[in-house]
């Protein structure tokens, strides 16, 4: 099985608050590169980062940009 290292940077962009448009486009990043279940987990943080995204981060995460 995958040792899920892309899940690991994923989860530590959400370590920090506030979470970024940087951090917003490295999590996308890392989802497109994660294939099977590790890019299902890594979807599954979307929620939590728009829980704590700044404005910016949160405009782009909503599809603004």
């Known amino acids: 099985m995958n040792d899920m290292k892309l ?3 994923a989860k530590t962009l959400l ?6 448009l940087a951090d917003a486009r490295a999590l ?5 590169a994660a294939v099977g279940e590790e890019g299902l987990c ?8 728009l829980g704590q995204a700044d404005e910016e ?6 599809g603004g940009d």
């Open 7 to 9: 899940l690991a940077e």
């Open 15 to 20: 370590s920090h608050h506030p979470f970024t």
């Open 28 to 32: 996308e990043a890392l989802e497109e």
């Open 42 to 49: 890594i979807a599954e943080l979307w929620e939590q980062a």
């Open 57 to 62: 981060a949160r405009h782009y995460l909503q």
